[in-house]
C-alpha cells in the first residue's frame, strides 16, 4: 500500500481510469480528505464531478467523461454513439452516451443516460471501458434514429473503412454484418422501436464507402431515384471500375467526392485516372460528381441534376 501523501500513487490510481482519480479510491489508501483536497487544487487537478477529478496535462473529452461517469459505477454501460466510436465506427453524432437498468437511481455527468435491460452476453470491455457490443450498439442506434445516422452507423461498421486509430492512414475489415444486426433486431421484437429499426435496416448497403455516400443514396431513395452501388464495369483495357452509383438504363454515373481522398498529388492522380477509366467504359455515357458539401448541404440541388440528366439520357422531361 502506499503511503499517505504519495502523490505517485494518485497518478498511479488514475492512470487505471483515463486520468480519472475518485476521492474514494484516494482516501481508502490512506489521505486524509481535506490534505487529499488541498493537494489536489494545489497540484492542478481538474475537478469533473463531485468526487472524481482528472489528472493535470488531460485534457476534459469525451472520452474522459466516459471514464469519469464509469469508474466506481458498473451498473453505467457505455451505448449509443459513445459506444459506437469505442468501437471504431463512423458516426455522424457523437456524445457521451450511458444505458442502466431500469428502477436504478443513477445520473450522468455531461451526457445522456438511456434506461434499458441490457443481457450479459450484449456487454463487453473496450479500453478499459464496458461498452455494449457492437451488434447492440447498432440495433440500440436503429431503434433510437435518426435514420440517417442510424445507417451511417451501420454501414460503418459492416464495411471496410479507414481506421480512426492510428490516424486514418490503415484500413479495418468489418466489426460485424447486417445479418447478425438483425438477429439483434429479431431477439428483442417487441423493444419499442424495434418494427421501424428494422425497415430502415433494410436499406443498410455494405457497399457504401463513405457517410457522404451513405446520405447521397439515402437522398436518392428518399426521392425515388434508386441506382446500383458499387457495380462492377470493366474498360477496354481490362481495367475494372467501380463507380458510387450507377443508373444502368441510362448509363449515368454519379461519384460522391470524399474530402480525404484528396490529400496529396498521388490520390489526386489516382481519382483521375478512375474517372477516365469510368468513362471508357461502354455503358458509361456520363459522370456527374458532387462534394460531400454538396450531398450534406445542398440535396436538393443535387437531385435536380441527377434527375435533370436522367431525362436528358432517357430522352424525356425531367420529374420537376
Excluded at 451498473?75 to 463512423?90: I, K, W
Excluded at 471501458?129 to 435514420?147: F, N
Excluded at 438504363?249 to 496529396?264: A, D, P
Aim: overall charge positive; charged content about 25%; proline content about 5%.
Amino acid at each position: 500500500m502506499a503511503k499517505t501523501g504519495d502523490a505517485v500513487s494518485l497518478t498511479a490510481l488514475a492512470s487505471a481510469h483515463g486520468g480519472v482519480l475518485l476521492t474514494a479510491q484516494a482516501m481508502a489508501r490512506g489521505w486524509p480528505q481535506r490534505r487529499l483536497n488541498r493537494h489536489l487544487v494545489s497540484d492542478g487537478w481538474t475537478r469533473i464531478r463531485t468526487g472524481a477529478w482528472l489528472e493535470p496535462g488531460r485534457v476534459l473529452d469525451e472520452m474522459v467523461l466516459l471514464h469519469a461517469n464509469q469508474v466506481g459505477r458498473p451498473h453505467l454501460v457505455v451505448s449509443h454513439t459513445a459506444a459506437a466510436v469505442l468501437h471504431d465506427v463512423e458516426t455522424r453524432t457523437q456524445r457521451v452516451e450511458f444505458t442502466a437498468p431500469r428502477g436504478v437511481s443513477t445520473t450522468v455527468h455531461g451526457g445522456v443516460l438511456h434506461k434499458m435491460r441490457l443481457g450479459p452476453e450484449e456487454t463487453t470491455m473496450v479500453g478499459g471501458l464496458r461498452t455494449t457490443t457492437v451488434v447492440r450498439t447498432m440495433a440500440d442506434l436503429l431503434r433510437a434514429g435518426p435514420r440517417d445516422d442510424a445507417l451511417v452507423a451501420v454501414e460503418s461498421a459492416v464495411s471496410r473503412r479507414p481506421s480512426r486509430y492510428g490516424g486514418g492512414k490503415r484500413r479495418r475489415e468489418p466489426v460485424t454484418t447486417l445479418r447478425e444486426i438483425a438477429a439483434a433486431l429479431e431477439s428483442r421484437p417487441t423493444m419499442r422501436g424495434t418494427a421501424t429499426a428494422q425497415e430502415w435496416l433494410a436499406l443498410a448497403d455494405p457497399k457504401a464507402g463513405s457517410p457522404a455516400e451513405t446520405i447521397a443514396r439515402l437522398r436518392m431513395h428518399d426521392a425515388g431515384l434508386h441506382p446500383e452501388s458499387q457495380v462492377l464495369l470493366t474498360t477496354p483495357t481490362g481495367r475494372r471500375a467501380y463507380p458510387d452509383f450507377f443508373f444502368r438504363g441510362q448509363g449515368l454515373v454519379v461519384e460522391i467526392e470524399g474530402y480525404r481522398w484528396h490529400g496529396s498529388r498521388a490520390q489526386h492522380q489516382r481519382d483521375t485516372a478512375r474517372f477516365n477509366d469510368l468513362m471508357s467504359c461502354g455503358e458509361v455515357r456520363r459522370i456527374l460528381r458532387f462534394t460531400a458539401s454538396d450531398v450534406y448541404r445542398r440535396p436538393g440541388a443535387m437531385i435536380r441534376d441527377i434527375r435533370g440528366a436522367l431525362a436528358q439520357l432517357s430522352g424525356f422531361s425531367a420529374v420537376p
